[in-house]
Every structure is written in structure tokens, then in C-alpha cells.
């Protein structure tokens, strides 16, 4: 089954408790993208990869790494969470080009306390 | 820069009857136009778009959307709302110049209430 899982699904941490969300994908797609969604704005872009080995900042890039090692995986890291990372985050795969359909994950609910 | 604004975050309708949901939306350029829905604790899901061609695109649930560039629109319709349809949908657009970062940018969402 083609899909993009994300875990853990859900999260509550400490600040400053370095911690990682990974997304993986099995549709062989170029690009991936990370989003976080908050009640009143939508979803917002974090960073996105192109292929493997080139990543780019988004709209929301404060306090996040990105790496993309494989072409399947595509980790979030928050090496130092704050309170106001707390945000419900989805990952995102799709054939590169303008115009695909992006495939979303279930959703990562994140906490900090 | 691109921009979304969906009117309405909360829209309810009895069951059976119309489905409207707006979307207007700013760009330099003629954008890509994406409906997602989502339901509770899952992820978002496509349900039409529109690239190029016809302006009229049917989508899955019985749900179409109409691509009107002189009002700068994309309104999601659907003409007889079921129970299974309460979600929240987002309206996205995406640039559609080559090589260009793939991102959607989204509206606001507008949560769909079906009244018994």
C-alpha cells in the first residue's frame, strides 16, 4: 500500500529535550516537504527536499534540521523544543513537478511543555 | 507571494442539501489549485485539482470545484451533503513555474458541519 508514515504519532516533552520525528515514504517520490498546522493558519511549510542530499528552508524554518540521507526518509529534528512548537505536524511526499498530488502522513501531535 | 483565503471557518448544512464552500485566492501567476479534506486524527487527503484545461474538475465523494481566474476562485461544491462528509477542508495553490519549490500554500480551512 503507497502511503507516508510518521512517527510517534504523538509526543508530550520537556524544553530543550532534543527529539526527532521521523517520516518515511514507499512511493519512490523525489520531493518531501514537512508542515505544521495551527488552529487559525492553516499549514505552514517547515522545510522541503527535493532529492536526496537537498533540502531548503520553508516559511517556518526557526528551530528545525532537516536531513534527507535516502530517498525515503525524511526526519524532522527540534535539538532544542520550545513551548511554541507545539503544533500538530504532517509530512508530505510527491512526484517532483508542479502540480502532483502530495501525499500526506497521519500526523505527528507534538507537546512541549 | 501566494495567498489563500477561505471564507467561513465553520460552515454547517443539513444533510442533503448543498455543499459550498469558498475559496478565493492572490498570485502573480495563474496557480495550481488543490481541495483537501481532512478527517479526525488523519492526514490530509486530495480530493480535486485543478492544473490546466477544463474548469470544471470532479473530484472524489461527488465533490467538484469550478476555476473561475476572472473572480481569482476555486469554490467547492457538492449537491447533496451526507453525514460522512463533516471534515475540514483546505484549499491550496501552488506555483506552477518549473523547478520551483513543489509547496502548497494553504488557506485557513473551513470545518464542515452535516446537520441530521
Known amino acids: 500500500e503507497a502511503q507516508v508514515t510518521q512517527n510517534p504519532r504523538y509526543l508530550i516533552t520537556v524544553t530543550g529535550k532534543k527529539l526527532t520525528v521521523t517520516c518515511s515514504q514507499n512511493m519512490n517520490h523525489e520531493y518531501m516537504s514537512w508542515y505544521r498546522q495551527d488552529p487559525g493558519l492553516g499549514l505552514r511549510q517547515i522545510y522541503y527536499?527535493?532529492?536526496?542530499?537537498?533540502?531548503d528552508k520553508g516559511d517556518v524554518p526557526e528551530g528545525y534540521k532537516v536531513s534527507r540521507k535516502e530517498k525515503r526518509n525524511f526526519p524532522l529534528i527540534l535539538e532544542s523544543p520550545s513551548p511554541n512548537q507545539t503544533s500538530l505536524y504532517f509530512c508530505?511526499?510527491?512526484?517532483?513537478?508542479?502540480?502532483?498530488?502530495?501525499?500526506f502522513g497521519p500526523g505527528t501531535r507534538l507537546t512541549v511543555t | 507571494a501566494q495567498s489563500v483565503t477561505q471564507l467561513g471557518s465553520h460552515v454547517s448544512v443539513s444533510e442533503g442539501a448543498l455543499v459550498l464552500l469558498r475559496c478565493n485566492y492572490s498570485?502573480?501567476?495563474?496557480?495550481?489549485l488543490f481541495w483537501y479534506v481532512q478527517y479526525p486524527n488523519q492526514g490530509l487527503q486530495l480530493l480535486l485539482k485543478y492544473t490546466t484545461g477544463a474548469t470544471l474538475v470532479k473530484g472524489i465523494n461527488g465533490f467538484e470545484a469550478e476555476f473561475k481566474k476572472s473572480e481569482t476562485s476555486f469554490h467547492l461544491t457538492k449537491p447533496s451533503a451526507h453525514m460522512s462528509d463533516a471534515a475540514e477542508y483546505f484549499c491550496?495553490?501552488?506555483?506552477?513555474?518549473?523547478?520551483?519549490?513543489?509547496?502548497?500554500?494553504f488557506g485557513t480551512g473551513t470545518r464542515l458541519t452535516i446537520i441530521p
Open positions: 491550496a495553490v501552488s506555483d506552477p513555474r518549473v523547478g520551483g519549490n513543489e509547496k502548497l500554500t
Open positions: 508530505a511526499s510527491s512526484t517532483s513537478g508542479q502540480g502532483y498530488e502530495q501525499y
Open positions: 498570485s502573480s501567476v495563474p496557480p495550481y
Open positions: 527536499s527535493m532529492n536526496v542530499e537537498v533540502t
